[in-house]
């Protein structure tokens, strides 16, 4: 797809000897939000760090804004609006909440604004300023997750790579993380590729989605036809 912000062609990588993508091909339009889902070791992680170049693809090749990123060391990608929210949050906890979130800006050259995107990722996340001067290893579960989000905004991204923002959090919780996914995509055009465990909750945010198995992808569709599919209820939605 020629317009594809962001694209994977016959993608292969793994770890050593152990493949954990075997020929992975996708694309996510400008404004969209994609989700792949899956079980566990199905790749679905492996293909967001390959999409970051910190995995390298051994063949094909990942596309953004139609260039490769192979050529481009994984802590450059976000300055250039490609940004991931790993599994697990990985926040800095000894350093506070602001220290968290202007390290996701560190790259930025336009330091007028941070400041005003500060304020924007407050107000998206208002228990973040409330707590704005506390240590990140002292927050709670749901709380990380929402700075490790806040974080990756700080960066201006044009696409957000969310892996398992949902993981090991109560159900309100998720509902309001995911509530502010929809709204940054739609209030602030950023596009979306969400990895996620909870099958249901991701097509219900996403508009497309693909389904990986042992590092292939064996099914694309829209979310709504996913959510019909009886294999996929079966398999994915505990029916």
């Known amino acids: 797809m020629s317009d594809a912000i962001l694209e994977l062609r016959d993608v292969h990588a793994g770890y050593g000897n152990i493949k954990a993508l075997k020929g992975v091909s996708l694309a996510v339009m400008p404004g969209e939000i994609v989700t792949i889902i899956g079980a ?10 390959t999409i970051c170049n910190i995995v390298p693809a051994t063949e094909g090749e990942v596309l953004y804004q139609g260039a490769p990123v192979a050529a481009v060391s994984p802590d450059r990608l976000p ?3 490609l940004c991931q929210v790993p599994e697990g949050r990985r926040i800095f906890p000894r350093l506070s909440v602001i220290e968290n979130l202007e390290m996701g800006a560190f790259l930025r050259t336009d330091k007028d ?3 005003f995107d500060l304020d924007k990722v407050f107000g998206f996340f208002p228990v973040l300023k409330e707590r704005k ?7 709670s579960g749901g709380e990380q997750q929402m700075l490790a989000i806040g974080r990756a905004l700080m960066s201006r991204p044009k696409v957000l790579l969310l892996d398992e923002p949902s993981l090991g959090l109560a159900p309100l919780i998720v509902q309001r993380i995911f509530e502010i996914i929809k709204t940054i ?4 055009g950023v596009t979306v590729l969400l990895v996620e465990q909870n099958a249901n909750l991701a097509l219900q945010t ?4 693909y389904v990986l198995e042992t590092g292939h992808v064996v099914l694309e569709d829209t979310s709504a036809n996913l959510l019909a599919n009886p294999d996929i209820r079966k398999a994915y939605l505990g029916e």
Not at 133 to 139: A, D, F, R
Not at 185 to 188: C, D, K, M, S
Request: aromatic share 0%.
């Open 206 to 209: 996403a508009s497309r989605g």
């Open 133 to 139: 001067h506390q240590p990140g290893g002292t927050l």
């Open 79 to 81: 300055a250039k609006g």
């Open 113 to 115: 604004r941070v400041a």
């Open 185 to 188: 995509n739609r209030e602030e």
């Open 40 to 49: 566990n070791g199905a790749g679905k992680s492996t293909t967001l760090m």
